[in-house]
């Protein structure tokens, strides 16, 4: 039964988004705005159908990644993601491979859109990295580029793990640049671009940031119309139950497995490191100071009796102290991986914590007992 069209569930100013408007779509494909400046683009809006699908689709796929397609128009500086669809793609833990099956499935489902009169053209495409972060590799910039090359596309990338964990969607949204252009030197982080300035496992650190002056983030909106309202509201009154009784530590404990693996592996690795740097600067600690005695005691051969021996001892004590220096300086990098290592143990302890936490509340207000 389909639901009457009423003032409760349309509204024509909060429901605009959802207009597509072919004229003003070819009319902004004829000025080609984004080809003049290399970031027209500054935000994404995605609809909560395109979000719950995407969403639900990087969740099935597990550890391994997972790709799709995006429906939608340009709204000025704005892309606007309508409707998402998954595509029949090979995925691994580290790419996805789209072959000549997704092309004829892509072809095939928009044409079975324009059948039922939805005009949205592809808009740009969508894929997971399962505990990761949200950034673009090395794979993912070079398909963005051959994206771009075909209109004004846009890629999302959704981590499901750190969703899950977080209690919110940790999506992120970019845009290459041209090949032939130079972005400034003031552009985005990889830490920012990571989301939330999180760690990526060791497995992806040296992908990681590589390619970070080739694109550049999109500020991510949601909307939903008064329908979608209406909808997630029937959602939430039969799914409270199953939403309130989740348990993140259990949902999500492979994911919180690998992190502590993780931390655990940079532990060992960034202690011997501390310690071969020790051990350098002790070394050349020593060899400086030996070599600072030996030449303070030819100056005193060489010059007065008692003053070359002051300026020998000068130089020695200016010799340990360069050395000192050097040791001091890799001191500090060695803090610097401790304290980056301490606040990544602290982000996951405090995730531990307060799931502990909710779970012992909900067994004594539901079950009357501890956990």
Not at 116 to 121: C, F, G, I, L, P
Not at 271 to 295: E, F, I, N, P, T
Request: hydrophobic letters at 35%; glycine letters at 12%.
């Amino acid at each position: 039964m389909e639901l009457p069209l009423t003032d409760k569930l349309v509204d024509r100013q909060r429901d605009a988004l959802f207009n597509y408007s072919a004229a003003s779509q070819t009319e902004a494909s004829a000025a080609r705005p984004w080809s003049k400046d290399p970031t027209y683009f500054k935000t994404v809006r995605v609809s909560p159908t395109a979000l719950v699908k995407m969403v639900m689709h990087a969740r099935s796929g597990g550890a391994l990644e997972i790709m799709g397609i995006m429906q939608g128009y340009v709204d000025g500086t704005a892309l606007v993601v309508t409707d998402a669809f998954r595509l029949p793609v090979e995925g691994t833990e580290t790419r996805v491979n789209a072959q000549s099956d997704a092309d004829e499935y892509l072809v095939e489902y928009l044409s079975l859109c324009r059948d039922e009169s939805r005009q949205e053209n592809v808009i740009g495409w969508y894929h997971s990295h399962p505990g990761y972060g949200c950034w673009l590799s090395g794979i993912d910039v070079a398909t963005q580029q051959l994206q771009q090359l075909q209109g004004p596309m846009v890629a999302i990338v959704i981590d499901p793990d750190r969703t899950i964990s977080a209690n919110q969607v940790e999506i992120g949204a970019f845009r290459t640049y041209p090949e032939d252009y130079t972005p400034p030197t003031a552009t985005a982080t990889p830490s920012s671009l990571s989301g939330g300035g999180q760690s990526v496992p060791l497995v992806k650190a040296d992908d990681f940031g590589a390619h970070a002056s080739k694109y550049y983030p999109l500020e991510v909106e949601h909307y939903k119309s008064t329908l979608d309202g209406k909808l997630l509201e029937l959602l939430w009154n039969k799914y409270w139950v199953q939403t309130l009784a989740q348990n993140p530590l259990l949902t999500n404990r492979d994911y919180a497995s690998s992190q502590m693996a993780d931390v655990a592996q940079r532990v060992r690795e960034t202690a011997l490191a501390v310690s071969r740097a020790g051990k350098g600067a002790a070394a050349m600690a020593a060899y400086g100071g030996g070599r600072g005695a030996d030449y303070g005691a030819a100056e005193g051969m060489a010059g007065p009796s008692g003053s070359g021996m002051g300026i020998g001892g000068g130089g020695g004590g200016g010799s340990s102290s360069r050395v000192v220096d050097r040791a001091g300086a890799g001191g500090k990098g060695g803090d610097g991986a401790v304290e980056k290592l301490v606040r990544d143990i602290g982000q996951i302890a405090a995730k531990e914590r307060a799931g502990l936490a909710a779970a012992e509340i909900k067994a004594q207000i539901f079950g009357g007992g501890n956990v």
